[in-house]
């Protein structure tokens, strides 16, 4: 088979960045299908992470089922076209504490 495959060296790989969960409440049910809403805008991959156990950031059962609790931590990990503009819309959605009050304000 012939053929040619370009790669890009500025082509990213994966992004990710740090959260943390403001919410007094943790991510409920609610909250989860806010990111579950959110991550389904994006074409690319999207994984949440809390300690070793990594969810798909699409479902709503794998998101829910974190049982992320205020003041965790929670890694998203992105991967395809559209994952800078992914990242920056669900951060900004954790740090805004999902528009909910959260346990400082």
């Not at 370009?6 to 007094?24: C, G, P």
């Not at 300690?51 to 950031?57: H, I, L, T």
Request: proline letters at 0%; zero cysteines; charged letters at 30%.
């Amino acid at each position: 088979m012939d053929g040619w495959f370009l790669f890009s060296a500025e082509q990213d790989i994966m992004v990710d960045d740090l959260v943390t969960v403001r919410n007094k409440n943790g991510i409920h049910l609610r909250l989860a299908s806010e990111v579950v809403k959110a991550a389904n805008m994006f074409r690319s991959k999207i994984f949440i992470s809390k300690d070793s156990e990594e969810v798909n950031a699409k479902s709503i059962l794998g998101v829910a089922g974190l049982g992320a609790e205020f003041g965790m931590k929670l890694r998203i990990r992105i991967e395809g076209e559209d994952e800078k503009d992914a990242i920056a819309h669900l951060v900004k959605l954790f740090d805004s504490g999902f528009s909910e009050v959260t346990a400082d304000g």
